[in-house]
């Protein structure tokens, strides 16, 4: 089903994409203020077409931002470079795009794309490539799909863009990466131009509607003074795994991502147990004092403030927070071998073999 | 003067190259094989034409290989990614090259632009951006005449490829070096895409000439048992600094460039002195015992084999290695505020003034 999404909306956009953003993704509030920015100038709302709608032969194309989220914070983008990025894209293809994708969730990520579909006039899709966030750009359904990210355009807060066109995803990352660095640490592209027929095929379906139904959550429980979280599980499925307080965290960006680990401390049901949560952009795992494992990439592993609700991202974690730790399952595809050998623990250096977050609860 | 170059010129242009390449521009030897096998492939003459018969509205496009030389002499091109980052650039402009341009002296870079000459039939036109070899690709006199960079293109031995579009023609230098690093350390680039007129109003003329005559004399002094350090010196102006020996050498290929510095130990008429050799990719910095300098960037500062006459390049400088240094007068633009400003002292962390070559050799 196709819906509008008004300025009003990008608020809940912006949280249920902070949300399952997993820490990464961007901050949700700066995604909003950009959205409705955007929103407001162009007069008009977004149109989110339901994927089963787009003919095969449209031209669809992600757009979002790359880079630390610990830099996205301090280095706003303009608003220009990821129409910057289109453009570019769009001249070496001799096309226009027809739909914008969303290439994850996240606090900018999710709200990206309505900025520049508002500004073009185009549809967005009810989809995204990940349902969830991941740090490197090969890591998406699409790459699952034998779908390419080349010829992918990238662009800077300055004026400077390119064009690259790459034998595999893993090296459109490897040259992107090394080119956002220069940049400063984030930049906008434009990737995966895809035909409506491999959107289809490939994209997680319906996940703009899922991040906009979890925003409107996190909303109406902080309204009527609920935390979120039970009604978040009652919704996604996953775990609430209780409370505990950041008491330690060590953050570097280094490689063009934010690394780093928090040493958490139980609070409540959780009293007299630590964990350490250790992340790159993204939350990837969450182990107990004995190094046991409590949920692993590419799982889902979500904080919310544990007062307020709120997501909290990896860059806004800080010693005395609170946190409401979930984990929630990933999509079947990215529990698949190939899911896995993209995005598990492996692929991250952990040493422990992926296991769902249901069996690692049970044991 | 127009004129042909055949195979068996390629030794006399890679030697020459590598003399002016003072120390950089790559490995004369790789370049003479790689140049000599297109050649004999394709079966014909480089025509080199002179550039006041070129038409103002041609299109004048330098190829060449960035990197670091210390990566070029074990990471060899395989012959097509000049091919590839020229293509793309034609492809990008919508229009295919009519010149092709060595945009400096050196090893491989006065000869690629002969392999990729012979591959696509194209005339090559007698003059380049430098005079010499300079580290980083912004140092050209195309800068000073405000032709830009981008559209850049780069290549690389796996087939990835991107097209740059900047700002200034250092934001080309930065994302391309970023790039080439990513790469592996060396690339394929084509840049610089410029009209006749701006090619007659910019580039350093008739040195692909001076390049074959400064080889052909090289090789005709060798023959005759004679070091050609003299009469390099009365063909090209300058100095002959006298003998010495590699006693240390200090080298890391970091951030893209091979940078480092040589101590040498003088030898017969230098006998008792010492001397300080340091380099980025190429020698920009010739200082005594008492760290007076005795030539500096941009003044070309030339090594030849003590014995047996041949260039010395950075990469091969090696302990026990006796070198003759010559110090020779860059082209008069480089010596202008602006040409300071590129490529003088200062701007690679030297505290010494830039003084001229024949001034220092008076104090």
Known sequence: MSFDIHPDDMEAIALGGAFLGTGGGGDPYIGKVMARAAMDRAGRPVRVADPTEVPDDALCVPVCMMGA??????????GDEALAALSALEEYLGRKADYLVCIEAGGLNSTIPFAVASATGLPLIDGDGMGRAFPELQMVSMTMHGIAASPMCIADDKGNSSVLKTVSNLWTERLARAQT??????????LYPMTGAQMKQSLLRNTLSLVREIGATIRSER??????????????????????????IERKTTGGFARGS????????NQGRTFTLSFQNEFLCLEDETGRPLALTPDLICALDADGGLPVTTEAMRFGL???????PADPQ????AGLDLAGPGYFGYDHPFAPVEDLRRQ
Chains 1, 2 share one sequence.
Do not use: Q
């Open 334 to 337: 990215w529990r698949s071998a």
């Open 181 to 190: 660095i220069e940049m400063g640490g984030a930049a906008l592209v434009a």
């Open 223 to 248: 309204a009527a003074n609920r935390h979120p979280a039970s009604a978040l599980v009652a919704r996604c499925g996953g775990f609430d795994l209780g409370p505990a307080r950041v008491v330690d």
């Open 322 to 328: 609170g946190l409401r730790l979930l984990a929630l």
């Open 69 to 78: 989220p610990t830099v996205m914070v301090e280095k706003l983008p303009n």
């Open 262 to 269: 928090a040493t958490l401390t139980g609070l409540e049901e």
